[in-house]
């Protein structure tokens, strides 16, 4: 395989907010991660892949993809018990947020989840430090929803709404609790650190009101987002 476990791996999880929901946090994860920066410089192709992302994505080496599933399936069934014949199939994406916060759709400006099946997983692996922001998990606190289910998330939509959630002054990136959002958990970045959790968790990344919103995938806020899905 193309890519080596790192021999300094560690990792630690948690269980976090009133849900107890797991939180994987992977440290050193893959031996010479530079060679996914310089993969993503020679072969850039970053578009918008979706109307949500605030920034610019790009397709993860295949390799990589095999990597995940090849060296986190332990991990990924004692914590998540995810076992590998209940993944149907999984992604990567190369990530980089681009957009300043007064072009954010408000939407943009709350946690969010990646999807509201259960069971799915999402992965954030940090190709930059820690002065580029980590990530958050949240609570709503109107409705006290940390995971949003396909049984609740009319609900709260209609909450969100209801509340003023989605009315600024002045629009801004999550960064922290707030009046609607408690934060229950934070991740700084960290070159070469990747952290796991379900895909239905309300979660932001930490961008700051002072964030260099850089093009350059040697300065800005790269990350690999891989997303595992589970079979229904």
Request: charged share 25%; net charge positive; hydrophobic share 35%.
């Given at each position: 395989?193309?890519?080596?476990?790192?021999?300094?791996?560690?990792?630690?999880?948690y269980l976090v907010g009133q849900e107890k929901t797991?939180?994987?946090v992977i440290d050193n994860f893959l031996s010479d991660a530079e060679s996914l920066i310089d993969f993503c410089i020679k072969n850039t192709s970053f578009?918008?892949?979706?109307?949500?992302?605030?920034?610019?994505?790009?397709?993860?080496?295949?390799?990589?993809l095999y990597a995940i599933n090849h060296y986190l399936a332990e991990l990924l069934e004692n914590i998540f018990d995810l076992t590998p014949d209940k993944i149907a199939g999984c992604k990567s994406l190369y990530s980089m947020?681009?957009?300043?916060?007064?072009k954010l759709d408000p939407p943009q400006c709350l946690p969010h989840i990646d999807s509201y099946l259960s069971g799915d997983l999402a992965c954030v692996h940090y190709l930059c430090g820690k002065e580029k922001g980590g990530t958050s998990l949240y609570r709503h606190r109107k409705t006290g929803y940390e995971k949003?289910?396909?049984?609740?998330?009319d609900h709260y939509k209609h909450s969100v709404v209801n509340e003023g959630a989605l009315e600024f002054e002045k629009k801004a990136y999550m960064n922290g609790s707030n009046n609607y959002f408690e934060q229950i958990a934070s991740v700084d970045a960290m070159f070469n650190r990747m952290i796991i959790y379900p895909s239905n968790i309300l979660h932001s990344g930490n961008i700051a009101p002072d964030f260099n919103f850089s093009t350059d995938p040697l300065n800005g806020r790269l990350t690999l987002n891989s997303f595992i899905y589970s079979k229904r």
């Open positions: 395989m193309k890519y080596k476990l790192h021999p300094a791996l560690d990792y630690k999880f797991p939180l994987l578009n918008r892949v979706d109307n949500f992302y605030p920034g610019l994505r790009m397709a993860a080496p295949r390799d990589y947020v681009m957009t300043p916060p007064d949003i289910t396909s049984e609740t998330i």
